[in-house]
Nanobody, 123 residues
Framework: QLQLVQSGGGLVQSGGSLRLSCAGSGFTLDTYAVAWFRQAPGKDRQGVSCIRSDGSTIDYLHTGQGQFTVSRDIAKNTWYLQMDSLEPEDTAVYYC????????????????WGQGTQVTVSS
């Protein structure tokens, strides 16, 4: 199974920024899509953004005060989620997930998942 290891979560003040990392192994970076999901207490898992195997990206949120930018570093075999202008409503456990080539918001379609990391935004 593909392996994904996350890092970069933590506590940030409203308006602040965090950068989440998702390091992969067992596959080539340019053949997989990686999506970011989040799940807040009492809420369903929600798609945040995704980067396809060709490097193009899609934003699933379309709303909110946060600015989420997904990227990748092929040399480091790592994906990133840059989060700016964070607000308390962005507080959640964030997950990265990988599947071949294409993006989807349907969680069962992803082959591998990171362990999740808590992001807490204080007011």
């Amino acid at each position: 199974q593909l392996q994904l290891v996350q890092s970069g979560g933590g506590l940030v003040q409203s308006g602040g920024s965090l950068r989440l990392s998702c390091a992969g192994s067992g596959f080539t970076l340019d053949t997989y899509a990686v999506a970011w999901f989040r799940q807040a207490p009492g809420k369903d898992r929600q798609g945040v953004s995704c980067i396809r195997s060709d490097g193009s990206t899609i934003d699933y949120l379309h709303t909110g005060q946060g600015q989420f930018t997904v990227s990748r570093d092929i040399a480091k075999n790592t994906w990133y989620l840059q989060m700016d202008s964070l607000e308390p409503e962005d507080t959640a456990v964030y997950y990265c997930a990988a599947r071949p080539n294409f993006c989807t918001t349907r969680s069962p379609n992803y082959n591998s998942w990171g362990q999740g990391t808590q992001v807490t935004v204080s007011s």
